[in-house]
């Protein structure tokens, strides 16, 4: 194959299994998603594929998503209003979230790592002194397995216990009664939460039941409107770094975006972020008034000096320096002994959890006979530029450099990948970019589609079955670089095994490597990690 020349590879089997998951007409999938939300509501299916199965159907489908955007519908504080009602009708109400204690997070970039690093600094200080008694941690998305998005010192809950908890909220949303004619237009009896939001209330009543007395929260999207926001009385808040990303839900410019994440901001509790863009800083100052909040702007901790955070970049020192900030506060109040002292070097705790912390699927290198594996999930411009700098910055050996991408639904991500592409050729002396360049969709196995727990409903199924993305992708990558071999692959197990086959065709010498970024979605990555490792859950 010539240089630059693009490959689109259609096996007929995998053809035939993205057909048959996308192409049934629309009230087929309707009356199939009835059929089995009627199935999964019965006592007989009550397994964790039986949950996975259920709450795949509160999926919003994509032809649904797009009449909402063209319809110009957006999220607003209905949205809040049917999650209060939704969690009254199991049981709870927001006071209720008030025994969590909870440490609430939003970001564009940085917030999930923030979000583990409180957790494993939490970790490491129940530990040794057996406080806080049990840490409850939901984040969103998960990579390998649903269940991950819900964990409990550290570890997801097991398969029993979503079971358990997904059918407790489940039979409970269809049997409470409606409290008057305003909350039945809202909330019709039965109704479910969709997707995202069913799987928050389900992570209250999960930490709730289970004694979890701190609980961190990463928002889903945004965060005025956001699942995760009927917290009234978070602990403590924190702001990641600010962009632009989700553009149709939050707005086309930091601005608005900010002005989304700051509403997770709440009086009489402390929040905290770290340097944005000045016009991103002004709208947070500007609603931290508003609502009366007491706002810090951090810089880099000065005590992080000599701590090993990974990757050593200032980007991850920021998540670093504004979890201290948000573990000082909640150890504050659940631990009346704990005296956060700015001038003393970090606790061992801290320096434990900040260096111990496990957060799969970011800036993650597997070593795999002749491949090296360099996992990154990466979903804007600036995220996409920080990959690319980690990915050459651990080129140590010899060997051809390879390119897994997707990112799905996104039109405006073939822009993303100017700076994905130049920052790895201006980074090598003789402007060698990657040489193998593979563009997927995030359908997991060439044989038998997607993972149950990767399903998603919610992008065109044309699009993905004529691979409409990756083509677009392919044909930018070329014009950017046309010395690269470009192809376009059906499922994430072929664009591996197809990296895999240039360790045998492409290594010389015993020194060298290939070495492969996965990066884009993570979505893209959980399937690559599932690939990769065979793993259960992550």
Not at 292 to 301: A, C, E, P, Q, R
Not at 432 to 459: L, M, P, S, W
Request: hydrophobic share 40%; with cysteine.
């Amino acid at each position: 194959m010539r240089h630059g020349q693009v490959q689109v590879k259609l096996l007929s089997n995998t053809f035939t299994t993205l057909s048959r998951i996308h192409h049934r007409p629309q009230h087929l999938h309707l009356t199939l998603t009835l059929i089995s939300t009627r199935k999964m509501a019965s006592k007989s299916g009550r397994t964790y594929a039986d949950a996975i199965d259920a709450l795949n159907t509160l999926q919003t489908p994509f032809a649904v998503i797009e009449a909402r955007r063209k319809a110009g519908i957006h999220p607003n504080a209905g949205a809040i209003e049917k999650m209060r009602i939704y969690l009254s009708r199991i049981g709870y109400s927001s006071q209720d979230l008030d025994r969590l204690n909870v440490v609430h997070v939003a970001g564009t970039k940085g917030k999930g790592s923030t979000c583990a690093f409180v957790a494993s600094i939490l970790a490491q200080y129940q530990k040794s002194r057996n406080v806080p008694r049990r840490i409850g941690l939901f984040t969103s998305p998960h990579l390998i397995a649903v269940r991950e998005r819900i964990r409990i010192d550290s570890r997801p809950i097991s398969e029993e216990l979503f079971a358990r908890y997904f059918f407790e909220v489940w039979d409970r949303l269809e049997t409470a009664k409606v409290d008057g004619e305003s909350e039945a237009q809202l909330a019709p009896q039965g109704t479910k939460p969709i997707y995202a939001r069913y799987l928050t209330l389900m992570s209250y009543h999960v930490f709730l039941s289970e004694g979890v007395d701190v609980a961190v929260y990463e928002t889903g999207i945004g965060g005025e409107f956001d699942a995760t926001n009927i917290v009234e009385r978070p602990v403590a808040s924190g702001i990641s770094t600010l962009g632009v990303d989700h553009v149709y839900v939050l707005g086309d410019t930091v601005d608005k975006i900010a002005w989304h994440k700051a509403g997770i901001m709440k009086p009489g509790s402390p929040a905290f972020t770290i340097e944005q863009v000045p016009s991103a800083t002004q709208v947070l100052k500007d609603r931290a008034a508003e609502k009366n909040v007491d706002l810090k702007i951090l810089d880099i901790d000065p005590r992080l000096k000599g701590v090993n955070i990974r990757p050593d970049a200032n980007f991850q020192k920021k998540n670093a320096s504004l979890a201290i900030a948000l573990a000082e506060t909640v150890l504050s109040k659940v631990d009346p002994s704990f005296k956060p002292d700015h001038k003393a070097p970090l606790p061992k705790e801290f320096v434990d959890g900040l260096e111990q912390v496990v957060w799969r699927g970011r800036c993650e290198v597997k070593e795999e006979g002749k491949m090296l594996w360099h996992v990154d999930g990466a979903h804007t411009v600036d995220s996409l530029k920080m990959a690319a700098r980690w990915f050459v910055g651990e080129l140590k050996r010899p060997g051809p450099k390879v390119l897994i991408f997707n990112q799905q639904g996104r039109s405006e991500a073939v822009d993303f990948l100017d700076g994905l592409c130049n920052t790895v050729k201006n980074a090598d002396p003789n402007d060698i970019g990657f040489q193998h360049v593979f563009f997927c969709t995030n359908v997991t196995y060439a044989e038998t589609g997607y993972k149950r727990d990767f399903v998603n409903h919610q992008h065109d199924p044309k699009e993905i079955a004529n691979m409409t993305m990756q083509r677009a992708f392919a044909e930018r990558w070329s014009a950017l670089d046309p010395t690269a071999q470009v192809s376009v692959v059906p499922s994430i197990e072929e664009a591996i095994n197809q990296a895999r086959n240039l360790a045998e065709t492409e290594i010389k010498g015993d020194d060298e490597k290939v070495h492969a970024l996965i990066t884009g979605s993570l979505h893209l990555v959980g399937g690559a990690l599932q690939i990769l490792e065979g793993a259960d859950a992550l």
